[in-house]
């Protein structure tokens, strides 16, 4: 039920947002939210204007949250390097204790997308492109201020560790096996030793 | 069209395929079905009771071809080295040049199967212990035929390699870059030269 404080709009994108993480921004219809926040088609449609706004807003909630755990756990690091193994921690805990029901959000979204609008399918590509980015600014940064230096190009390093991880996610899920995600986890942290060399 | 010498079972199962590979299990309706095979729903039922036994089918039929990929060019290698980085391209290959139109079967079915009927979940999980079991295969064939020693786990090994080519092939994708899948294979074939010291 919604609490009295939530404004509705914010009460139909938190939950559309699990909607939309757990069914899959294509499969979850608009009866859906109508029956998860109980509302009528006309007071949904008092916010927004069809199934894609909402998912457009619904998406950028989560990716909020995604940015807020990766905020909170950045403040407790230092050094680039170990910032850069915060963000593969926070990557990894995205599936087994995620932000929102149903994993990680940039994760679900990108492998849905081929199949998604193209506003949406660039919601994908824009929350990949901040993973990666982000990655490859803490390689630069670290580099910058001495702690390593990098073998290969931070796009290179940035890629394969992003990938690694969420190759691993499905592995693990579709196996229902934890560990191949822990495996993953302690792959790319050696992956990083081996390219970003201590001085 | 249907070929003439085709029959209809087999056409329905082919389009099926195609469908189901490209737009997802889920989202892929009976009437999609109906106009790709250009048949009336009485037409389909005579051979299959409802959409999942399609699917199911269908996915038989797209893993058929997967290992059909894997059989033809792994006939042309003698050493599992040389078959363990024939499986690397291979899985890569389904990327650029798929067997069925959407890419990996197996690796589509994956990222969907939280979404899918129990059936069609276990054609995910058995597609994916195909892939992996075969490279644990290859990495104990070639550590019996002394061609190399393994400094890890068959199952972690294996894990790894297909976590890394299935991530990489979502980032690829995602941001529409294929340069990200060859830094992939490249890593995945380094990783494999660290983890199999020849002796």
Known sequence: MKPAALPTKEWIIQQAATLFNTKGYYA???????????LKK???????????????????????????????????????????????DVLASMAFEPVITGGCPIFNIS?????????????????MQM???????????????????????????????????????IVARTLNDAERLHWAVNHVKEYLVQNCQKP
């Open 28 to 38: 979850c219809s608009l009866s859906d939210i109508m029956e998860a926040t109980q």
């Open 42 to 88: 006309g007071g949904i449609y008092n916010y927004f204007r069809n199934k894609e706004e909402i998912a457009l807003a619904a998406f950028d909630y989560s990716f909020q949250l995604v940015l807020q755990r990766f905020r909170s756990k950045l403040n407790l690091a230092e050094t680039s390097w170990e910032k850069l193994h915060i963000i593969i």
């Open 111 to 127: 492998v849905e997308a081929p199949r998604l609008d193209p506003a949406l399918a660039l919601k994908a590509r824009q929350g």
């Open 131 to 169: 993973l990666t980015r982000y990655i490859e600014i803490k390689l630069e940064e670290g580099e910058l201020q001495g702690e390593f230096s990098c073998s290969r190009s931070y796009e290179e390093i940035a890629s394969t560790m992003v990938g690694s991880l969420e190759g691993a996610n």
